[in-house]
C-alpha cells in the first residue's frame, strides 16, 4: 500500500512499505519498496506504532543532519530522506538502511579486548556530539563489520545546556510548525487535565510556548544532562568488573575530555559518580515538570550485576 507523506514544508511525498524490520517502544521499522514512486535499495521508514501516539520524530531528524553536517563526527550515520506524517500511520522518518551492523553493547560485555576501542570510540563520539549540543539521550551505538561506530536513534538537539527555558524555547520554535512536535512537548509539561482538554478539543495549535514555559522544572535541563550521563555510565561501564570499570572509566576520561565546557564537566562528573557508586538503575527524560502531567516518557537503564 502506498502512502501519502504530508512533509513540514507544505509538501508531499509518497512511500509504499514492505515488512516490518525491527519493533522499539513506540515505533516500527519498516523497508521501503518506493519512494516518491521510485524503487530506492536501502531505504527504511521508522513509523509511529500508532497514528496518534505523538512522539515526535522531528527533532531526531534535526539531531542525524546536524552530526551529518559536522566534519568531526568520527562515526557513521544513516543519511535522513525526509520527516512527515502520514493519516493512519502518524509519523514517517524516512533514512537510509545500515546493514550488517551489531549492537556495541554485547562487545562491551563479551569481548575483552574490544570493550577497550569500543569504550574509546564512545567517548569521542559522545564529546563530538555533545559539542552539537547533542546530549546522547536515548541513543544507540553499534559496530558495522569495518569496525566503525554507528550512531542510531539519536536524542534531539539543544539538550546540552543547564538552562531550562532556553532548552524548551529552542524546541519549540523548532516544532513551531509541527503539530505532532508541539503536543509531544504539551503532554509531558503541562497538567494533566489541561493537556487532555487541549487535545480534546484539538487546541494545540493555539498553545503559545508562554503556556508551556511555567511547569518546566528550574532544573530541568541540568537534571536531563546529569540523567543521560548516568545512563550512559550503566550501558558502558557499571556492568563490568572492577579492575575493568577502572581502567575504562581512564579510557572514556581520556577520550571524552577535548573542549570542556561546564556542561561537558557537569556531565564527566555524573558519569564518574555513577560508575564509582555502581549504581543498579538510571532514568532520564527530555523535561522535568513541575505538575502531574499525562505523559512521562523517559529512557531507563538497569543492570544486575551477578
Given amino acids: 500500500m502506498i502512502s501519502e507523506i504530508q512533509l513540514l ?27 516518491n514512486n521510485k524503487h530506492i535499495k536501502d531505504l527504511v521508514a521508522k513509523c509511529s506504532k500508532v497514528s496518534e501516539n505523538f512522539i ?3 527533532l531526531q531528524f534535526l539531531s542525524y543532519v546536524k552530526c551529518r553536517n559536522a566534519v568531526f563526527m568520527d562515526c557513521v550515520l544513516p543519511k535522513v530522506i525526509s520527516y ?25 560485555v563479551n569481548q575483552s579486548e574490544a570493550r577497550f576501542d569500543c569504550t574509546a570510540k564512545l567517548a569521542e563520539a559522545l564529546s563530538a556530539m555533545h559539542d552539537l549540543g547533542i546530549s546522547g539521550y536515548d541513543t544507540e551505538f553499534y559496530l558495522n563489520t569495518d569496525n566503525a561506530l554507528i550512531i542510531l536513534d539519536i536524542g534531539p538537539p ?39 482538554e487541549i487535545y480534546m478539543h484539538r487546541q494545540i495549535s493555539s498553545v503559545r510556548i508562554n503556556d508551556v514555559l511555567p511547569y518546566i522544572e528550574e ?4 537534571l536531563h544532562l546529569i540523567n543521560v550521563a548516568r545512563t550512559h555510565s550503566l ?15 581512564e579510557i572514556f576520561k581520556e577520550h571524552y575530555t577535548q573542549n570542556m565546557s561546564p556542561n561537558k564537566t557537569l556531565y564527566l ?9 555502581k549504581i543498579q538503575e538510571a532514568e532520564a527524560r527530555l523535561y522535568y515538570s513541575t505538575v502531574d502531567t499525562l505523559s512521562e516518557v523517559s529512557c531507563k537503564v538497569c543492570i544486575n550485576h551477578q
Fill in 9 to 35: 514544508d507544505g509538501g508531499v511525498a509518497s512511500v509504499e512499505l514492505g515488512d516490518i524490520i525491527n519493533t522499539g517502544s513506540n515505533s516500527r521499522l519498516y523497508k521501503v519498496l518506493s519512494y
Fill in 56 to 58: 515526535s520524530f522531528h
Fill in 84 to 108: 512527515g506524517t502520514s493519516e493512519g500511520i502518524g509519523e514517517i522518518l524516512i533514512m537510509e538502511h545500515l546493514a550488517d551492523i551489531c549492537e556495541i553493547h554485547s562487545l562491551l
Fill in 158 to 196: 539543544e539538550t546540552v545546556t543547564l538552562s531550562a527555558a532556553e532548552m524548551l524555547i529552542k524546541h519549540w520554535d523548532m516544532e513551531v510548525n509541527n503539530i505532532v512536535g508541539k503536543w509531544n512537548i504539551i503532554s509531558q509539561l503541562m497538567p494533566k487535565k489541561r493537556a487532555k
Fill in 219 to 222: 532544573a530541568s535541563a541540568k
Fill in 235 to 249: 550501558s558502558i561501564i557499571v556492568h563490568q568488573d572492577e579492575n575493568n570499570r577502572n581502567r575504562l572509566l
Fill in 269 to 277: 562528573e555524573a558519569f564518574e559518580e555513577a560508575v564509582s557508586s
